[in-house]
């Protein structure tokens, strides 16, 4: 399985609770990213390939996505 870039823009003001559920529920190895409200999102990159499940409705402003990489040699 690739990596895989899950990425969620934050619903309004919740942009700390997306994060901390983030944290909760996405695989230790994961790399976590934000940007600054108000348009604010989330992006883990994570190597283990599952991202992140089950994000409650009410702290995301749409449908997270994701996608999965493969590793390209030099």
Known sequence: ????????RAAEG???ELIEHVRANSDPTASIYR??????RVVVIDP???GVLDVPAALVARTP???AFEAVER
């Open 48 to 50: 283990t390939g599952r």
């Open 65 to 67: 996505h994701a996608w």
């Open 14 to 16: 919740r942009l700390h």
């Open 1 to 8: 399985m690739g990596t895989v870039m899950w990425e969620a």
């Open 35 to 40: 940007t600054a409200e108000p348009d604010a």
